[in-house]
């Protein structure tokens, strides 16, 4: 027995063929690779064979280094992205290194001719020998180009108000794009789309048809049967519904968006990208792309059908945000590069439909479009819930006006400091005019009797969007070191009477059933429960 186990050491064997498959005594085992049991190949490895001067190596064990491979990972079924079979889901390419050739210089050539005369000398012969080392230059590492990504053309709608119908009923028209899914979160838009011949309708302003096209029947979105399911992702959405419903919504479809889906935020207000980053996505890996959008098109009501508009025409404004570049795993040219990709897809998809008249605007401009609109919601509207009365009202009061222009005035002071128009000072110009506030006025006047839409939500029980429009002026003045005292005072009133006002709904007191003659708030109290004007249905 000691006879067979040094025989099997000095030949380096296995004991017996138990351990390993013993190949017929004319084939040659590769003793690098003795420990690689079975399944062991009688060739040389990849490393080994390309080595210079391999060859069997006697005096031990050697396990060569595996070869490297670049991820290759194939894409999940059902995936509406074909990123490239080697890069999923934006990880990011590997870093290749090209591999340089060997070109000798005339000094090298002159040094090997010097090796050759003192091969006797074994130390001389060994310094000339490492002077003769080429010096090989490699060549600066170079990235494979970014993937042209396979986006989906399907557009999701969450919200059922003016904006959003009239997008799906816009998209309708394009017969290169699917038709356009809307996301509701109320059953009447479900109860009446059968009813009304599931078209959405627009007329002009005087009441004659212009369009009516096919629309499919909105989706509720309300809690999922099964949780732990993992739906598919939604690749764009666009959202046009309540300010109160998008954090919500959006908060319940997380799991439907990642990186890969483009958001386009068509709210007339400012601020919900920043606090859905804050509550929803914080995640910058996964955080979607977002598209800020501002419209121009106007709305009003035709009887009482839902799926029926009055249409005056307009433009669509769209500013694709570039992606902040807080990823750690990518690299800051490949997630701006993708960011762009989704980005610039969303404004075409929307873009080919001629009803929306869409337009790509920078950023200064987009704010050019919105802030009007914003400053006079935050004075006007906000007074009149503050109030609880009509347009015409303000307009008459001494103390009301008196708040109005000490709020206007901090407001201007904020817009002026903005750095979006340091480098534009045309753009600045237009709000630093003095006719600026004259036209706030003018609108004002221009409303007459109305009542504000925020005093019909507020009835409802409903926040108004004055996180939005007031909560933004305050932001940015934080931002800017600057004072925001009437602004917050502004719309912490306005919230604590939303807040009473949904006390009093949950409470279901009646009070005020007889109201006085001088009792003008029309919020709640001292007024009757249903206003056939105030209490008509808000679009949701």
């Excluded at 407001?411 to 003095?434: A, C, K, N, W």
């Amino acid at each position: 027995m000691a006879l067979s186990t040094l025989y099997s050491h000095l030949f380096r064997r296995p004991l017996s063929r138990a351990s390993a498959r013993i190949p017929n005594r004319a084939s040659t085992w590769i003793r690098d690779n003795i420990f690689v049991g079975r399944g062991a190949t009688k060739h040389l490895s990849a490393v080994a064979a390309s080595a210079p001067g391999s060859q069997s190596r006697n005096e031990g064990f050697h396990l060569d280094p595996p070869i490297y491979y670049p991820p290759n990972v194939s894409l999940q079924s059902g995936s509406r992205e074909n990123t490239s079979a080697t890069y999923p889901f934006y990880r990011p390419p590997p870093t290749v290194r090209r591999v340089s050739v060997q070109n000798p210089s005339v000094n090298s050539e002159a040094a090997a001719a010097a090796a050759e005369k003192v091969a006797g000398s074994g130390a001389e012969a060994e310094a000339v020998a490492v002077k003769t080392e080429t010096d090989i230059e490699a060549d600066p590492e170079t990235v494979e180009p970014i993937p042209i990504l396979d986006l989906s053309k399907k557009v999701h709608i969450i919200g059922f108000d003016p904006n959003a119908r009239f997008v799906a009923q816009a998209l309708s028209a394009v017969p290169e794009l699917p038709p356009a899914q809307m996301l509701t979160h109320n059953t009447i838009s479900m109860t009446t789309w059968g009813q009304e011949g599931g078209a959405v309708t627009i007329l002009d302003t005087s009441g004659n048809p212009i369009s009516s096209r096919d629309v499919l029947c909105p989706e509720y979105i309300g809690h999922a049967k099964r949780p732990w399911w993992r739906p598919s992702i939604l690749d764009n959405v666009v959202v046009s519904t309540t300010s109160g419903a998008v954090l919500p919504t959006l908060y319940a479809l997380r799991r439907c968006i990642d990186r890969r889906t483009t958001i386009c935020l068509l709210q007339p207000e400012l601020g919900f990208m920043e606090l859905l980053n804050e509550q929803v996505f914080q995640d910058p890996a996964v955080r979607p792309n977002y598209v800020l959008a501002h419209s121009a098109h106007k709305f009003s009501r035709h009887s009482s059908y839902k799926y029926s508009l009055r249409h005056v025409p307009g433009k669509l404004f769209l500013h694709p945000v570039p992606r902040d570049y807080e990823d750690l795993e990518l690299d800051q040219r490949t997630s701006e590069m993708l960011g762009r990709q989704h980005t610039e897809h969303m404004v075409s998809l929307l873009s080919v439909a001629s009803d929306l008249d869409a337009v790509a605007v920078p950023w200064e401009l987009l704010l050019r479009q919105k802030l009007p609109a914003m400053i006079f919601q935050s004075l006007a509207d906000t007074i009149s819930v503050i109030l609880g009365c009509r347009f015409d009202q303000i307009r008459s009061d001494r103390n009301a006006m008196e708040f109005w222009d000490s709020m206007l005035h901090e407001t201007m002071r904020i817009v002026s400091r903005l750095p979006e128009f340091q480098g534009h000072p045309d753009v600045l110009e237009y709000f630093l005019r003095d006719t600026f506030p004259k036209k706030l006025e003018r609108k004002l006047i221009q409303q007459g009797m109305e009542y504000s839409r925020w005093i019909s939500m507020v009835r409802k029980g409903q926040m108004p969007p004055v996180d939005f429009v007031n909560g933004y002026f305050v932001r940015r003045a934080k931002e800017l070191g600057l004072n925001h005292t009437q602004n917050s005072l502004a719309a912490t009133l306005v919230k604590a009477r939303q807040r009473a006002r949904s006390k009093e709904l949950r409470l279901a007191i009646p009070l005020g059933l007889q109201p006085s003659m001088g009792d003008l708030d029309k919020i709640g109290g001292g007024q009757d429960g249903y206003d056939s004007v105030l209490d008509a249905e808000v679009d949701f």
